[in-house]
């Protein structure tokens, strides 16, 4: 049996690797406070341990959706946050490789001499790796955190399109649903000025606005159906939905606006306290910090090993190498310059989003503030004089005063008003949601566009 013995640098290694252990991340991580904060529950990756979640996404889907039930489906059924999800595995996977010594080197080198054969054994160690394990888990685990920071920022944007797509889902069902309402009334209207106008009982300019403004209806009906449609497929997709056929218990209508909103001051501050974006940027700040520090340490020893080589016939014969690099061409100052210059451009760039992070909030609050009113005047003022119009026309129309196309007349001066209010709610609670967003961060925050609040119908109406 051949033993080599007194190999006290392999067993300071064996030592040193035992104390290097495994790296974790020091704090609780980013995404698991994201999903406390959200109540929703982060589900398994592996398509082995998914029954639970699968049966769980069918119990959300046989009841009536709300805006909490389609966040859950979302996070648990969604395929490109479940890749999301894989890859903070990569990173924690990346995170204990940098905290492993190198593997030390063996070549056996068997030499034939005269007075027979000698068998040498040569060890080699990485001393460059083993000074520098303590930077290189500090770098990865940095690297770890940056990762945990952009998975729970898309998980913020996942529940803000599943909550947007439902909004909108709901309402282009109600503005549909509105809608085909209208056309059966007109079109029972343009049928009657049609007979009219036969019989002489109706002139071709009354015949031609009834038959115009069944048109138009029957037009806006059309869009109406094709954004139901667009809005219920982006809804199946942010849910992980493949198919169409499956059956969404979607609410006739949004809840009603509140009397008021909660006042909210220091947006600005709390945004810079708590969006993640800006926790991101300030982690990768550390880690360039890091590697500019490595560099600079580093300059001088890159290549640094050491090497133990003994015989084994002749066990008291010990030659111990160290070797590295000559910084001869490669002095390092490159590498330096490159490195602050990573930090410099990284520094600005944090800059820049803080700055952009505070513009996104007070654009946000205005939107917010503007919606509401604009929804709050609708459902205070534009729909409650519309009903009373209508109220008042169908009181004459019930005393012989008007005649039924003036009642008509009377829906057609409606119909703008109805579908505002409606598209003001949708607005309402949209700019809600980019509210919340743009207080927590997000990959590509898109704030949604007031609408045009001219009664437009109603103006050209009479």
């Known amino acids: 049996?051949?033993?080599?013995?007194?190999?006290?640098?392999?067993?300071?290694?064996?030592?040193?690797?035992?104390?290097?252990?495994?790296?974790?991340?020091?704090?609780?991580?980013?995404?698991?406070?994201?999903?406390?904060?959200?109540?929703?529950?982060?589900?398994?990756?592996?398509?082995?341990?998914?029954?639970?979640?699968?049966?769980?996404?069918?119990?959300?889907?046989?009841?009536?959706?709300?805006?909490?039930?389609?966040?859950?489906?979302?996070?648990?059924?969604?395929?490109?946050?479940?890749?999301?999800?894989?890859?903070?595995?990569?990173?924690?996977?990346?995170?204990?490789?940098?905290g492993l010594?190198?593997?030390?080197?063996?070549?056996?080198?068997?030499?034939?001499?005269?007075?027979?054969?000698?068998?040498?054994?040569?060890?080699?160690?990485?001393?460059?790796?083993?000074?520098f394990i303590g930077q290189n888990k500090a770098i990865a685990q940095e690297q770890?955190?940056?990762?945990?920071?952009?998975?729970?920022?898309?998980?913020?944007?996942?529940?803000?399109?599943?909550?947007?797509?439902?909004?909108?889902?709901?309402?282009?069902?109600?503005?549909?649903?509105?809608?085909?309402?209208?056309?059966?009334?007109?079109?029972?209207?343009?049928e009657l000025a049609h007979r009219l106008y036969q019989v002489g009982n109706y002139s071709e300019l009354q015949q031609a606005r009834q038959l115009k403004f069944a048109a138009e209806i029957r037009l806006q009906l059309a869009s109406a159906q094709q954004q139901q449609q667009q809005s219920r497929e982006r809804l199946n997709l942010v849910l992980g939905l493949s198919d169409p056929a499956v059956l969404l218990q979607l609410p006739a209508y949004l809840p009603a606006i509140p009397a008021e909103t909660p006042e909210q001051t220091e947006l600005e501050q709390l945004a810079l306290e708590q969006r993640l974006d800006l926790q991101l940027a300030k982690s990768r700040l550390k880690q360039l910090q890091l590697q500019l520090e490595q560099n600079k340490n580093s300059r001088f020893v890159r290549g640094l090993s050491s090497e133990l080589a003994g015989s084994v016939q002749h066990s008291e014969e010990r030659e111990v190498a160290l070797g590295f690099e000559l910084p001869l061409f490669d002095t390092g100052a490159e590498r330096i310059n490159k490195a602050q210059a990573e930090y410099q451009q990284a520094w600005w760039q944090a800059k820049a989003l803080e700055?952009?992070?505070?513009?996104?909030?007070?654009?946000?609050?205005?939107l917010h503030q503007h919606c509401y009113q604009v929804a709050r005047h609708y459902q205070d003022q534009l729909v409650p004089l519309a009903q009373?119009?209508?109220?008042?026309?169908?009181?004459?129309?019930?005393?012989?005063?008007?005649?039924?196309?003036?009642?008509?007349?009377?829906?057609?001066?409606?119909?703008?008003?109805?579908?505002?209010?409606?598209?003001?709610?949708?607005?309402?609670?949209?700019?809600?949601?980019?509210?919340?967003?743009?207080?927590?961060?997000s990959p590509t925050l898109q704030l949604p566009e007031a609408t045009e609040t001219t009664n437009t119908a109603a103006a050209a109406g009479h």
């Open 1 to 98: 049996m051949i033993t080599i013995t007194k190999l006290y640098p392999l067993a300071a290694l064996v030592f040193l690797s035992a104390c290097a252990g495994t790296s974790t991340l020091p704090h609780s991580e980013p995404l698991t406070q994201q999903a406390l904060r959200e109540q929703v529950t982060l589900p398994p990756v592996d398509p082995a341990l998914r029954s639970a979640a699968e049966q769980e996404v069918k119990r959300l889907l046989a009841a009536p959706l709300t805006t909490e039930s389609v966040s859950r489906i979302a996070v648990l059924n969604n395929p490109d946050f479940l890749a999301s999800l894989a890859a903070l595995d990569i990173s924690r996977a990346e995170l204990a490789q940098a």
């Open 101 to 131: 010594l190198p593997n030390p080197g063996l070549r056996v080198i068997r030499t034939r001499e005269e007075e027979g054969y000698s068998t040498e054994l040569d060890l080699s160690f990485d001393l460059f790796g083993i000074l």
């Open 144 to 190: 770890a955190i940056q990762q945990q920071h952009q998975v729970a920022l898309q998980l913020l944007q996942l529940l803000n399109q599943s909550r947007s797509a439902f909004i909108e889902v709901v309402v282009a069902q109600q503005r549909f649903a509105y809608l085909q309402t209208v056309q059966e009334a007109i079109d029972a209207s343009a």
């Open 355 to 366: 700055q952009k992070a505070l513009s996104e909030v007070r654009q946000a609050y205005s």
């Open 388 to 441: 009373k119009i209508n109220q008042q026309n169908v009181l004459r129309y019930n005393g012989m005063l008007i005649g039924v196309f003036e009642l008509i007349a009377d829906t057609q001066a409606q119909v703008s008003t109805v579908t505002g209010q409606m598209a003001a709610q949708r607005d309402f609670y949209l700019a809600q949601l980019a509210l919340q967003q743009a207080l927590w961060g």
